[in-house]
């Protein structure tokens, strides 16, 4: 059973251009989160979303961030005219069911804003 | 929402040694408190965890206690090794079940 993927691993954008960070959840796990690690700091929590369904976005910021997690295919994180201070690690996190049980995370996509 | 503090941010001990982190959270409905551990560039993975209607857990050379009264929780690690050298989160799962706060991580030093 593969764990979390996401890809890329390391992705470089000028200021201005737009970033794609794509998460596939384990296999059978229907719950996608994404979280957002700043140097030397813990893990922000971004968006929660279900198959075609946003959950919870409250920790995206309003304008430039968007989620979606299709029916067929991966959970795709955009930032579109991407600025310094978004580079950071986003990591995507699944869960096969809401709750207290444990969230397993992909290895990260660490975006470099130049 | 939920507010998560974790103490200390660094921590160095020398091998063989404990080392506690501890948690403090806001909200008393949270019931669900994982710990994890990242390594150097690498993703967070879940150690340990513990739900509100337990006070311990115990996993080897892994801890976790949970005071409801009092709001906090703390990770014990004994006889530590050098491997256990990483960065340790704590979270809190908010009552609604989707959301984990997660503490600001304590960068645990072992020192051989």
């Known amino acids: 059973n593969a764990g979390v993927m996401q890809n890329p691993r390391h992705l470089v954008r000028r200021r201005g251009q737009e970033a794609r960070l794509r998460c596939s959840p384990m296999?059978?796990?229907?719950?996608v989160y994404w979280y957002r690690q700043l140097p030397e700091e813990g893990l922000k929590f971004m968006v929660y979303?279900?198959?075609?369904?946003?959950?919870?976005e409250s920790g995206m910021p309003k304008e430039r961030f968007s989620a979606e997690f299709p029916k067929e295919g991966p959970s795709i994180l955009r930032i579109q005219q991407v600025v310094r201070g978004d580079s950071a690690a986003y990591f995507c996190?699944?869960?096969?069911?809401?709750?207290?049980?444990?969230?397993?995370f992909g290895p990260g996509t660490r975006l470099t804003v130049t | 929402g939920e507010n998560v503090e974790q103490h200390p941010s660094t921590l160095s001990v020398q091998e063989g040694d404990s080392a506690v982190i501890k948690c403090t959270y806001s909200?008393?409905?949270?019931?669900?408190f994982p710990w994890y551990k990242q390594e150097l560039g690498k993703r967070p993975q879940l150690i340990i965890d513990?739900?509100?209607?337990?006070g311990e857990k115990k996993d080897q050379r892994i801890a976790v206690t949970l005071n409801k009264t009092a709001k906090h929780f703390s990770l014990h690690i004994t006889e530590t090794q050098p491997e256990d050298s990483a960065v340790y989160f704590c979270?809190?799962?908010?009552?609604?079940?989707?959301?984990?706060?997660f503490g600001t991580g304590t960068s645990l030093t072992v020192i051989p």
């Open positions: 996190a699944s869960s096969p069911r809401t709750g207290p049980y444990e969230q397993y």
């Open positions: 296999k059978g796990h229907s719950h």
């Open positions: 979303l279900q198959k075609e369904n946003i959950i919870d």
């Open positions: 909200d008393s409905a949270s019931n669900y």
């Open positions: 513990i739900r509100s209607n337990v």
């Open positions: 979270a809190a799962l908010n009552p609604a079940g989707n959301q984990f706060y």
